[in-house]
């Protein structure tokens, strides 16, 4: 009798205390483990779609890092150097001295920074949107090109309290905002899921939280010049702007591949569910015979 497939009632949800904060995750599945970092303006929530394919291969473990969604919001900590350090000890605290790791958006700058601060616990990375921290997005102009990308967010983000005064209970129109802009498909994230990351952003602790993974950024970007180049393969996905992936990741890697999600724009997991899982499964499993259907 073929197992009943894993839906979003059936995810188990978990917290650890780990590096001094209280982190939330959500896990399924069995097999080797693979960790899942979101992006902003969203939440674990975002890899709804994906879970059930991937557990079918790997045991899945979505953290909310530092700031984000049920995890805890301290009022430092969010340089990627830290949040890299909470994720490697929420893998240890679970059991796994070695995990596969994924992240999109800013769950991308974590991965890479755990993928270069633990190389010995990371078997394969995957990132996009960008990717790793680098000058690329520091060369995104403030007045986008009209093809180009609107980054309008990496500056009002690090500013010094106006983001909470302005947002506060209003986050729904930056969510909004971002999918209608920043996506191909913006039907993929439905109703249901707007309200469900509106409600996660809409405190003034949340809206704070989102200001430290930006405000840190040009310190990460010169951190992140001083690593050395990965030795692990490396997968990086990439929609409407893979050319900006490309640029930012192209010689961080001595193994690197880079792959078209086709009709994607920024928030392939949700736009692209099933092509992104495929890519994934075949990348962090060595096969290209690996997504199999729904029972």
């Known amino acids: 009798m073929p197992a009943t497939p894993a839906t979003p009632e059936s995810f188990d949800h978990g917290f650890a205390h780990v590096n001094g904060v209280r982190l939330h995750y959500v896990s399924s599945g069995s097999g080797e483990p693979l ?4 992006g902003w303006p969203r939440t674990w929530w975002q890899y709804r779609s994906m879970i059930p394919l991937l557990t079918r291969h790997f045991r899945v473990i979505v953290c909310e890092y530092r700031g984000m969604g049920e ?4 009022a430092s900590g969010y340089d990627k150097t830290t949040m890299a350090h909470d994720v490697h000890a929420l893998v240890r605290h ?3 001295e070695r995990v596969n790791i994924a992240g999109e958006d800013v769950g991308s700058w974590i991965a890479y920074f755990f993928a270069a601060l633990f190389p010995e616990s990371t078997t394969r990375l995957a990132m996009w949107e960008p990717g790793a921290p680098t000058d690329a997005l520091g060369a995104i102009p ?10 309008w967010h990496l500056g009002f983000n690090q500013l010094d309290g106006l983001p909470e005064r302005l947002l506060a209970g209003r986050y729904r129109s930056v969510v909004d905002w971002s999918v209608d802009q ?5 039907e993929a994230i439905d109703e249901k899921s707007r309200e469900i990351y509106a409600r996660a952003y809409d405190s003034v602790e949340a809206i704070r939280a989102v200001s430290g993974w930006y405000r840190t950024l040009r310190e990460d970007i010169r951190v992140a010049a001083g690593f050395p180049r990965l030795t692990m393969p490396v997968l990086v996905p990439g929609g409407r702007y893979l050319s900006l992936a490309r640029a930012s990741n192209e010689h961080l890697a001595a193994d690197i591949r880079f792959i078209e999600i086709p009709g994607a ?4 997991s949700e736009e692209q569910p099933q092509p992104l899982s495929r890519e994934l499964i075949s990348f962090f499993t060595g096969r290209t015979d690996t997504l199999r259907q729904p029972a």
């Open 142 to 151: 403030a007045l986008p090109a009209r093809d180009g990308p609107n980054a």
């Open 265 to 268: 724009g920024h928030f392939l």
């Open 71 to 74: 995890s805890e919001k301290p």
């Open 182 to 186: 920043l996506t191909t498909a913006p």
């Open 94 to 96: 679970l059991g796994y």
């Open 35 to 38: 960790v899942l970092l979101p």
